[in-house]
């Protein structure tokens, strides 16, 4: 399984606005984790369509989750990047070359789809059980109990002040 970078940079962003007291602009978000800002802001417009995050605009517009962060899954985030489709897609190769199998033979799905299928539920049910609460509280695990606080420290700089909403 392969995601997209996206999906790292919308749940570091969501990680992030935990901490924020006021909206935060894209370009600040961007300036924290060193990434392009034009591609930072495509995952910030995918997270807002999928109404995990809102835009406030005006001189202290940006990003704020649209609910709190026990309520967003890993999954949501994953999904407004990445879409809903399943990582695997068959496409009955049982059904084609010399030895294919007939129309009455494929009526359920074929071993390798099973398995395939059974494994993308225990994957998205697993990042379903992950909230962006539960990631904040690991930053602090990580890195100490004032790194959540440290960035929403820096968050409030002066930098931060009069940037647009993205």
Known sequence: MKLSGGVEWALHCCVV????????????????????????????????????????????????????????????VVTAIDGPEPAFVCTEIRRRGPMAAADEACTRPCPISRAMATADAAWRAALKAISIADLAAGVNDDYGPGAMAGIQTWLSGPSALGSPAG
């Open 17 to 76: 606005l935990t901490a924020a007291a006021e909206p935060v602009p894209a370009a600040r978000l961007a300036e924290l984790h060193d990434v392009s800002g034009s591609y930072l802001a495509k995952q910030l417009q995918a997270l807002s369509r999928a109404d995990l995050v809102r835009s406030v605009q005006g001189k202290a517009g940006g990003y704020a989750l649209t609910r709190p962060p026990a309520e967003i899954s890993v999954l949501d």
